[in-house]
């Protein structure tokens, strides 16, 4: 059976500390790995999508890699604007849907 | 903002009564999702539409169905509503059918409150 597991399930950090979230899964057949980020109430907002162990992505201070087992998003001096739960997804084998992780929560304190 | 739209944006209704969620993709996207999220599952799948036909089933009660029209904007029909199916509900689309790698852009949600 395909899933996600995320960790931590919480995270609280203070401005400028740097930190990674964890995503790893068992598919048949991964056909992408997803980031998105969620704030309260809100949709999940698209951040990365990653196809194959080795490849990374990056976008301001947030930097995605992916390995057979695992991805991670790593949070370079993130300030308290980054506080949002980040979502991990997967889409795998003849599915079109994504499979998700229940989610890390971070909070980013002044 | 993704650019799909979804309506409305809070609904509040009593058990056992019936409500329709409608979502507009984006430009040019043909598939649609629906996903139920909740405090305690996390975004589910429920279902998949692409060009207005029925393409895969997740977890959906028999109680919900949903359609995807010509203009493909798409419905979630839920009935028969239970204190149980309070959650949000999130539509997302995308260009292509699954046999591609495709990002799926979300929509703002709807509330689902059943009193």
């Known amino acids: 059976e395909d899933q996600v597991t995320q960790s931590p399930e919480a995270l609280r950090l203070q401005e400028g500390e740097s930190s990674s979230l964890n995503c790893s899964y068992t598919v048949s057949g991964l056909r992408g790995l997803f980031w998105y980020r969620q704030d309260p109430g809100k949709g999940p907002e698209f951040l990365f999508t990653l196809y194959s162990a080795g490849e990374e992505k990056e976008k301001e201070r947030l930097k995605a890699t992916l390995t057979k087992k695992e991805s991670f998003l790593h949070i370079t001096a993130p300030k308290p604007e980054d506080s949002a739960t980040y979502l991990c997804a997967v889409l795998g084998g003849s599915q079109g849907n994504l499979i998700f992780g229940k989610g890390t929560k971070l909070s980013v304190k002044p | 903002d993704s650019g799909v739209t979804q309506t409305p944006k809070h609904l509040i209704t009593a058990t056992g009564q019936r409500v329709t969620l409608r979502c507009s993709p984006r430009s040019g996207d043909l598939s649609v999702y629906w996903y139920q999220q909740s405090l305690d599952q996390g975004l589910q799948f429920l279902i998949q539409?692409?060009?207005?036909?029925?393409?895969a089933k997740g977890n959906i009660l028999e109680r919900f169905s949903a359609q995807q029209f010509p203009d493909l904007h798409s419905e979630l029909n839920l009935s028969s509503l239970e204190l149980g199916d309070s959650a949000l509900y999130f539509c997302?689309?995308?260009?292509?059918?699954?046999?591609?790698?495709?990002?799926?852009?979300f929509g703002p949600g709807t509330r689902l409150t059943v009193l």
């Open positions: 997302a689309s995308s260009v292509e059918v699954s046999g591609a790698t495709d990002t799926q852009y």
């Open positions: 539409y692409y060009n207005g036909e029925e393409r």
